[in-house]
């Protein structure tokens, strides 16, 4: 049925049916299925760039509910694709600021796996510009809070 979905997807119906694709990815508990309906969202995300802040979400929806079951290689897809649409310097600043405020969220969050870590701090380092009316103690706060926390990465955390 997913497969249906996903083969019947146009621009006109791109937001239901990645809605009902990222619907199942949440209650899946197969990993591979998970990271086949995970390219089938990132495909659909990739091939119909209707809104910024709906592409955002339904990147960040995917690798909050699958990034464990990604292989590298979707993750660098990933990693292009937000690259490619949101990081360049014609990109909309509000769609930077809302990936911006979506990777903040993401690392204030103890329930952050590593993959969307990393990627999160990639896309604050990108656009650390965007920090510059935030005072520097607080930036730091939220790096050291992170690295402190019991359930940050041994990779990352502050021992």
Request: hydrophobic share 45%.
């Amino acid at each position: 049925m997913h497969g249906v979905l996903y083969g019947i997807a146009c621009e006109a119906n791109v937001k239901v049916v990645c809605s009902k694709l990222l619907q199942q990815l949440k209650i899946s508990s197969d990993r591979f299925w998970k990271a086949e309906l995970a390219t089938m969202v990132v495909s659909l995300v990739s091939r119909f760039p209707v809104e910024p802040q709906w592409q955002i979400d339904s990147l960040f929806n995917t690798l909050c509910c699958s990034s464990e079951d990604l292989d590298g290689t979707m993750l660098k897809n990933i990693r292009q694709l937000i690259g490619d649409r949101f990081l360049s310097k014609d990109c909309d600043p509000q769609g930077q600021q809302y990936l911006l405020q979506k990777c903040i969220s993401a690392l204030v969050s103890d329930k952050t796996a590593i993959p969307l870590l990393q990627i999160a701090l990639w896309i604050v380092g990108s656009l650390c510009s965007f920090l510059k009316n935030m005072e520097d103690d607080k930036v730091l706060t939220l790096f050291i809070n992170l690295l402190m926390q019991e359930t940050c990465p041994t990779p990352f955390r502050v021992l």
